[in-house]
């Protein structure tokens, strides 16, 4: 809590800030109080690269940042590299649910970085299952709230997604004072963010 006798050994946690907040201070970006664009990780199987063209233009639209592989990515340390590095600098990762995708080693991978690093993630349901729940669960997707596109109107949709994004928009409004304490060289400011990050409790916001 604020003001308890203990407190963090800030210079300890450059790592946790670098990781946790990437968005923050990559490339001396700092957030301003009302900026809801974020960075978006689209997963989806190679086969339908048409669908992920068109739910990046979509999103894009929106004013967010789409990051898709469309050029496709050898695999090996480059696909680890790029791949690990688009996901930790996203707010959140969509994931494309057809059944190519849930035969992909590529899509299950991404979808482990992402959990593992706590990142938030919106399943898209884009083709008819038997089972919505069994198409998530063997994702390991099943705790997630998934959007329906086959069984809504595209429009509708579309309009439970940008919902769940501007949810996730409004976490990071929430954190961007913090966030932007982070980088100042006051370490009594800095202390106070990472103590205001604490209280806030969500996952994202306390070191792992």
Not at 147 to 164: C, M, N, P, Q, S
């Amino acid at each position: 809590m604020r003001g308890a006798a203990t407190q963090p050994n800030v210079n300890s946690m450059d790592g946790w800030i670098s990781t946790k907040f990437s968005l923050a201070t990559k490339q001396g970006f700092v957030l301003t109080a009302g900026m809801l664009m974020l960075q978006v990780f689209l997963s989806y199987s190679s086969f339908y690269p048409f669908l992920a063209e068109t739910l990046k233009d979509d999103i894009n639209k929106e004013g967010h940042r789409v990051w898709i592989d469309l050029e496709g990515i050898a695999g090996g340390d480059k696909w680890k590299r790029q791949i690990e590095g688009a996901i930790a600098e996203c707010d959140v990762m969509l994931v494309a649910v057809t059944e190519p995708a849930i035969s992909s080693e590529w899509v299950r991978k991404e979808i482990e970085i992402a959990i593992s690093l706590d990142k938030h993630i919106v399943p898209l349901i884009m083709q008819r299952f038997d089972s919505n729940e069994a198409a998530l669960d063997l994702l390991g997707l099943t705790e997630y709230q998934a959007i329906d596109f086959v069984r809504h109107r595209k429009r509708v949709a579309y309009g439970y997604l940008f919902e769940a994004l501007n949810k996730v928009g409004e976490i990071w409004e929430e954190l961007t004072p913090y966030i932007n304490q982070l980088n100042s060289s006051d370490e009594r400011k800095r202390t106070d963010a990472v103590l205001g990050l604490m209280e806030i409790g969500d996952t994202r916001a306390v070191p792992a």
